[in-house]
């Protein structure tokens, strides 16, 4: 069964055009890396996504539900890239003020999250306080509270050193059922957190496929993603 399925994307800043005519489905359960440049178009594909912003033309369902419905939000989980919890909460308040949006009852998971994530020891810091690192760890607790089916990650591991990004890994590796689609411009990251592969270059999809294939195209998997990039 498809999680996602987004048909013929069109999206317009002014008069540039940064996403033309994307289509692609991804079934549940998939782990799917959204690849490219600066500016490619990727973070704008998975705001459209979470229905943060709507495209201009074509089609986004996830699991059947428009993305800006609720019932969408409930399935969801997003990470924007650079994400922010609110500066003047300490951080078991920007999990509580989660909690009470999500409807979430039992305070277990918001502890095991704290422990997980090496945030325990931080509790009582304003968001504003923390190391940018800290920051983003609060923001990654913060996006899978819920438990989300559908994972939406910006640039996960931007400002993490190795051993927070170990514990990250571990986390987005405990949700093996949910359905992940991660942006990022860095290959390892998508290779240690999921297994197919979207490449994108000027708002277009140039390249789909698995890890296994793009490894067994010959040169370096960095060099067949920078080929594939300029279309060659
Ligand atoms: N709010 C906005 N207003 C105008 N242009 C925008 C806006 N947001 C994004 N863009 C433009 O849309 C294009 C795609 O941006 P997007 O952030 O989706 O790229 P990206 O692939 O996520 O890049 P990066 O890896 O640098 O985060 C870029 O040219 C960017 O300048």
């Given amino acids: 069964m498809e999680c996602i399925k987004v048909k013929d994307l069109l999206k317009r800043y002014g008069n540039t055009v940064v996403l033309n005519g994307i289509s692609f489905e991804v079934k549940c359960g998939e782990k799917w890396a959204l690849l490219g440049p600066n500016g490619a178009g990727k973070s704008t594909t998975l705001k459209i996504l979470a229905g943060l912003i709507k495209p201009d033309k074509g089609e986004v369902s996830i699991k059947g539900h428009d993305p800006t419905s609720l019932d969408a939000k409930r ?12 500066p003047a909460l300490t951080v078991e308040d920007n999990l509580k003020f989660m909690m009470v949006l ?115 195209m010959g040169e370096s998997v960095e060099k067949v993603i920078a080929k594939l990039i300029k279309g060659a």
Avoid: C
């Fill in 75 to 86: 399935l969801i989980g997003y990470l924007p890239e650079d994400a922010d919890p609110f």
């Fill in 102 to 216: 999500r409807g979430i009852k039992n305070e277990d998971r918001a502890e095991k999250l704290l422990e997980l994530l090496e945030l325990d020891k931080y509790r009582k810091y304003k968001a504003v306080e923390l190391s940018r690192g800290n920051k983003q760890k609060l923001a990654i607790a913060m996006a899978v509270l819920h438990s989300p089916e559908i994972l939406l990650l910006d640039e996960p591991l931007n400002y993490l050193d190795i051993p927070s990004q170990d514990l990250v890994i571990e986390l987005f590796r405990s949700f093996r059922d949910s359905t992940f689609v991660v942006s990022t411009h860095i290959m390892s990251v998508a290779d240690k957190l999921t297994h197919k592969v979207m490449v994108i270059s000027n708002g277009s999809i140039k390249w789909m496929g698995t890890f296994e294939e793009l490894k067994s």
